[in-house]
């Protein structure tokens, strides 16, 4: 039947602004404060200017404020708090990949016809609960009747899928534990990240501390060396140490979508959405394999052939790296390298801000933080920041950026959602 | 700006099969139970057939399967269940308002371009918590941090718009209680309805089983003695007592939406989708008056706008009666009457099915039951039923049946949709 037709937009859709609030931890913000702040830093972003009243319809990421904050029924509140009433707002959940979802929402909307200015963001409040709360609310985006009686948490379901990754590839902990030291690399260089530090300085600071206090000074060589010291980096799920897993964090993200070809008006660099895709995944209780997530490779196919490109024309990808073992899996779920080869592609430095294929120069989840509500709008603002040229100390250093990828994905791949983007 | 320009699709949407599943309370069913058999009961109303695999796209609506069930990222899960995967699905959150929200991004993926058949469901699990825990949680679809830590629940705050509508207009007690008598003979009608039973049905089953215990029968002369009496319809939140609310419910809804184009290859009785609107509003505790909800009247304002009508154009309609104030409120704010004139159309019986604006001949959510994700879509269900005159025994005896109407709240007026269908 009709599902296998090519999928197209009836009206392309471009990103004018972005916002971000400060990631991190927050006691004193709520989730209304947190998307506020995202908003405000957005409005500043858009050239010609834009006030709350001149967007049609917005539509907000947020996984489960039910839980975090026994706030249900969120986006009303606000379209309350940004002076948008009554504009509407819709709130829509596929667990981490909510504003992955959102967003395309958002492009529908206004491919549809019916709008040309939407607002499209994301809002995560985690930190108000102890840190075994966040991880029970994240473990019911599994599947509650298989997956979680069985003792399932997030950690230990992506610790099986790096075993697995092992077992059947080249995989190593090292390999794991390079990802992470690469995404501190760029998180460093993000002035809106939670942790602005490198493996590196942490290691320097830890051996700081020992000194300061009279203690034995560790006689860790290099990052590697730290990070496989369970003193330094613990075991939470093995082969999963801390510093495997992305944190906890509070924050928001916000883009604003116009009709393409509305887009002057508000900015000379639009970036151009020239392909969206989503797909459901089964449960991984039920999977063909652990290697790989098939809804991702089922949604960045719909998303190249909407572009018209290949994996091989991505200039630079924001990939899901919840866990650093997630982002290897998406590196070769996405067609950026064949199955296995993910790993060594890390090892070579290919991934790296200088390399050939460039991921998560953001800092990733892990460095930048994992506000999941927000996060598939934050990668999105990451890659229309480096088309623009405006992703300032961690700019790629390539004058043919063109495309640019995003890969979210819900729980352990219920859901995935992958977006090109394109420099106007 | 553009937000004043009239809306229009790209493309016109029809409804072409509807299921519900059994509205009620069940303790063995779990939410994916309930939207299985929406969606098989919707499968046996297509003429041609339809399987899961033919879908490209859907939308679940759900308030809070995450705090009913402790159970997040329900659409891949719904995916699963019905062998959808990969199709993409997705969850849209407002409150009561979640499946007419989903409707309404159903009809603009379709209008976009993207898919030509997509699923529009809603469901919601409520019994697995006791009343009190039922309250609680809907409590959270009101705004935590102004409303609900001044002791507001549902009951009250629909309790405090009555009490206004009362001081303002000549609104009275036997007002409301009569909205619940007639839905609830329009309940009796409906096979899938929670309470399939009169109040004349209820007082007479009273007298009888206070006949049968050799106890005093109690003398009621009608319904409305019956349920002026405290003993059967004790106060929940004056003036509200017990029949003046809808009752917790367990149930699932779906349609299915296709581009009209190709609607004649599912059934020969297609209905329309004519109008969409959605609006926003401020939380009540801010808002301008008790005596209407501003969303309901923006979002219907949209809905006649782009259909090219106007209220007495519109045949029937089902409207949120989560309390029998609602409805009467609803009534206003749909244009049908004149503020204040709610009341006195209930009791001159227009609102009957043999009324001149028929409403909530379902049985509404008071008789019908509602299962909050689901009540939207629900609702659209009635319509696609009447307006294809397969209603059964409530069938409306109106030959000239053309456009009917879906009114969906979610909290107080936060979110309003308001749909306009038309028979094709």
Same mark, same amino acid.
């Given at each position: 039947m009709a599902t296998t037709r090519p999928?197209?937009?009836?009206?392309?859709?471009?990103?004018?602004?972005?916002?971000?609030?400060? @990631? +991190?931890?927050?006691?004193?913000?709520?989730?209304?404060?947190?998307? &506020?702040?995202?908003?405000?830093?957005?409005?500043?972003?858009?050239?010609?200017?834009?006030?709350? #009243?001149?967007i049609e319809a917005g539509y907000l990421g947020n996984y489960s404020a039910d839980l @975090?904050?026994?706030?249900?029924?969120?986006?009303?509140?606000?379209?309350?708090?940004?002076?948008?009433?009554?504009?509407?707002i819709t709130r829509v959940e596929n667990a981490c990949a909510s504003s992955g979802s959102a967003l395309?929402?958002?492009?529908?909307?206004?491919?549809?016809?019916?709008?040309?200015? /939407?607002?499209? +963001?994301? &809002?995560?409040?985690?930190?108000?609960?102890?840190?075994?709360?966040?991880?029970? &609310?994240l473990a019911s985006a599994a599947d509650g009747l298989y997956e979680v009686p069985a003792g399932l948490t997030f950690p230990g379901i992506f610790g099986a899928i790096a075993k697995a990754h092992m077992d059947?590839?080249?995989?190593?902990?090292?390999?794991?534990?390079?990802?992470?030291?690469?995404?501190?690399?760029?998180?460093?260089?993000?002035?809106?990240?939670?942790?602005? &530090?490198?493996?590196?300085?942490?290691?320097?600071?830890?051996?700081?501390r020992s000194e300061q206090r009279g203690?034995? /000074?560790?006689?860790? #060589?290099?990052?590697?060396? @730290?990070?496989?010291?369970?003193?330094?980096?613990?075991?939470?799920?093995?082969?999963?140490?801390?510093?495997?897993?992305?944190?906890?964090?509070?924050?928001a993200s916000c883009v604003l979508l116009v009709a393409s070809e509305i887009a002057e008006q508000f900015t000379d660099k639009p970036v151009h959405v020239a392909g969206i895709g989503q797909a459901t995944g089964r449960p991984l209780h039920d999977a063909d394999e652990l290697t790989s997530l098939s809804a991702a490779k089922v949604a960045s196919a719909q998303a190249y052939e909407m572009?018209?490109?290949?994996?091989?024309?991505?200039?630079?990808?924001?990939?899901?790296?919840?866990?650093?073992?997630?982002?290897?899996?998406?590196?070769?779920?996405?067609?950026?390298?064949?199955?296995?080869?993910?790993?060594h592609a890390v090892d070579q430095g290919r991934t790296a801000r200088t390399g050939d294929r460039p991921i998560n120069t953001s800092g990733g989840l892990k460095a930048k933080g994992h506000p999941v509500g927000a996060s598939g709008v934050a990668q999105v603002i990451e890659v229309y920041k480096q088309l623009r040229g405006e992703a300032g100390d961690r700019q790629l250093d390539n004058p043919n950026l063109e495309f640019g990828l995003t890969h979210n994905v819900g729980g352990t791949g219920g859901t995935c959602v992958v977006n090109v983007l394109q420099r106007g």
């Open positions: 999928r197209r937009l009836a009206r392309q859709v471009s990103i004018v602004g972005a916002g971000l609030s400060q @990631f +991190g931890a927050y006691a004193d913000k709520s989730s209304r404060d947190l998307f &506020v702040e995202a908003f405000l830093d957005m409005q500043g972003t858009i050239d010609t200017g834009i006030s709350a #009243s001149d @975090f904050e026994h706030q249900g029924h969120t986006a009303p509140i606000m379209a309350d708090w940004l002076g948008m009433t009554p504009t509407p395309r929402e958002g492009v529908m909307a206004i491919a549809s016809g019916m709008y040309d200015v /939407v607002l499209v +963001g994301g &809002v995560e409040k985690m930190t108000s609960l102890p840190t075994e709360g966040v991880t029970d &609310v059947r590839y080249e995989t190593n902990l090292d390999h794991l534990l390079k990802v992470g030291i690469k995404n501190h690399e760029n998180g460093k260089l993000n002035p809106k990240a939670q942790f602005q &530090v490198t493996i590196r300085d942490m290691m320097d600071r830890r051996k700081a203690e034995p /000074v560790p006689d860790w #060589s290099d990052e590697l060396d @730290f990070l496989n010291d369970a003193r330094a980096n613990p075991w939470i799920a093995w082969p999963l140490r801390l510093y495997d897993c992305a944190p906890i964090t509070d924050g572009a018209g490109i290949g994996p091989e024309q991505i200039a630079l990808a924001e990939v899901h790296d919840c866990f650093t073992i997630a982002e290897i899996v998406a590196s070769e779920d996405l067609g950026f390298f064949a199955p296995g080869e993910g790993p």
